[in-house]
């Protein structure tokens, strides 16, 4: 299969990013030919290239048209729906929160995917998602990157706080504070601290205790160490065995981070660190996290979309030129608020099929829309 795979960005080595780099990469190995779209090209973009997966950040440089669309951010999405009419596509939605991923309403959107079953409510439950148009296929580790590590210390004597939203101004102060306490010492990586990890199979092994949420937590998890749910958002629970069939369909995020990031708090999360039980924790994460068996669903459903889309052939024109009109409308009000929109919106303008506009300019209302789009500048 030839699988285009768009991001909002390709920059900085976060979820949804090391998401498609470590998808991309599978599909390569396994005979398919993937390729990379994203308006924001970075570290990671080049980190695909140095992979040989080609990497675009205008959808006119590919000469042959994708099978089928892998669409993470909508903007990104909804570029590549219009750029290659007759494609189908799986949309896959990384979070309950962030604004890029509200799901597009599109006719060749014929999946959508959830990475946990919070998210899956917000596809189903807020944005209207049929349900028996929604797969959740959970989040994945790449064990042979990520071994495990040595047994760990009876008591922690080093901890990490593995989040791109740690720094001073958020919620580091009172993990420092909470280690403090046990004598343990602690570091921190992430973005928003100065200190992105480009490999964190190297670095995680070096610490008894980590302090993270979601992909972090699981990589954590999956090389030994005892892992605290915690985050911007909120303190969850330290991960026991006991409370790993709960916590694992939820990704380890934002439904399960329910208490205040206090020193009280993740000090009492501390107090349960246990080496015997991080260790089942970490074998039973290792059977179940496993990359091949995620890319097996996913290219499974990439096949049933690509039988479908045979089956059912191509939506009316008309229903996705007011499918589009409805996205762009409803794009709109957005423009002023949020930084760095204009260059996703400049790249929808630029795609091969924004000859749509001369059925959407039909429609009365979109005639403001479009003239607003072409005075989007970068």
């Not at 308006?39 to 440089?61: F, M």
């Not at 969850?236 to 329910?258: A, K, Q």
């Not at 205040?260 to 970490?282: C, G, H, M, Q």
């Amino acid at each position: 299969m030839r699988v285009l795979l768009t991001n909002r960005s390709l920059d900085q080595r976060a979820g949804s990013e090391l998401y498609l780099y470590e998808l991309a990469t599978r599909l390569l190995a396994r005979g398919h030919s993937p390729v990379a779209f994203s308006p924001k090209l970075g570290r990671v973009a080049a980190a695909l290239r140095e992979a040989t997966i080609p990497v675009v950040d205008d959808l006119g440089a590919i000469g042959e048209p994708p099978d089928l669309i892998h669409g993470q951010h909508h903007t990104a999405a909804m570029t590549a729906l219009l750029h290659f009419p007759g494609v189908p596509a799986v949309f896959v939605c990384h979070g309950w929160k962030p604004w890029d991923e509200i799901p597009p309403r599109f006719p060749r959107i014929l999946r959508y995917v959830a990475v946990d079953y919070t998210t899956r409510e917000r596809l189903v439950s807020e944005q209207g998602i049929p349900p028996e148009r929604v797969e959740v296929v959970l989040n994945f580790v790449d064990l042979d990157r990520f071994q495990p590590r040595p047994p760990l210390p009876a008591k922690p004597q080093r901890a990490l706080v593995f989040s791109n939203q740690a720094s001073e101004r958020t919620f580091l102060p009172a993990v420092r504070q909470a280690c403090g306490r046990f004598g343990i010492a602690l570091d921190v990586a992430g973005v928003a601290s100065g200190g992105p990890v480009e490999r964190p199979e190297e670095l995680l092994p070096r610490y008894d205790l980590v302090f993270a949420k979601g992909r972090a937590a699981l990589e954590a998890m999956a090389v030994g160490a005892a892992v605290v749910l915690c985050d911007q958002a909120g303190a969850g629970p330290l991960v026991t065995s006991g409370d790993l069939d709960r916590l694992r369909p939820l990704n380890f995020g934002i439904r399960t981070l329910r208490d205040p990031v206090t020193a009280d708090v993740l000090a009492s999360r501390i107090e349960r660190y246990d080496p015997a039980d991080a260790a089942e924790v970490s074998r039973r994460i290792r059977a179940m996290v496993g990359i091949e068996e995620a890319v097996d669903r996913m290219t499974a459903l990439y096949e049933e979309v690509l039988a479908e889309h045979r089956r059912q052939g191509n939506p009316p024109a008309e229903e996705e030129s007011r499918a589009a009109a409805a996205y762009l409308r409803w794009l709109s009000p957005y423009v002023a608020e949020r930084e760095g929109l204009g260059a996703d919106l400049e790249a929808v303008r630029a795609t091969a099929t924004w000859r749509l506009r001369e059925r959407l300019l039909g429609v009365g209302s979109l005639r403001r829309v479009y003239g607003w789009v072409r005075g989007v500048r970068r």
